[in-house]
């Protein structure tokens, strides 16, 4: 069964780091595109960054400068630092894979439940 489990969400002040993880079972992450969305409350879901499986990497403008996106291909694992976080990054956290070579929502094949991350003091 081919799963993908977020990780690592949690309360964090203005200006603390968290790193996020996804980790797959089932399939091998290196061969798909990993995409790290995220939805806040009464928002539509927006992309976050992604890596593809050649490790090209693009992030949200939101983000650029504060967010790196890795892959781990011994642990099957994708994860996601976030630094310098703002109250405005509070979400639920989604992991994505796509066998296919784009990065977009609507391309997006298998999903994970999400991981809440909230900015506040």
């Known amino acids: 069964q081919l799963q993908l489990v977020e990780s690592g969400g949690g309360l964090v002040q203005p200006g603390g780091s968290l790193r996020l993880s996804c980790a797959a079972s089932?399939?091998?992450?290196?061969?798909?595109?990993i995409g790290w969305f995220r939805q806040a409350p009464g928002k539509e879901r927006e992309g976050v960054s992604c890596i593809s499986r050649s490790g090209r990497i693009n992030y949200a403008d939101s983000v650029l400068g504060r967010f790196t996106i890795s892959r781990d291909n011994v642990k099957n694992t994708v994860y996601l630092q976030m630094n310098s976080l703002k109250p405005e990054d509070t979400a639920v956290y989604y992991c994505?894979?796509?066998?296919?070579?784009?990065?977009?929502?609507?391309?997006?094949?298998?999903w994970g439940k999400g991981t809440l991350v909230t900015v506040s003091s």
């Open positions: 994505a894979a796509t066998f296919s070579s784009s990065c977009y929502y609507n391309d997006m094949q298998y």
């Open positions: 089932g399939f091998t992450l290196s061969y798909y595109n």
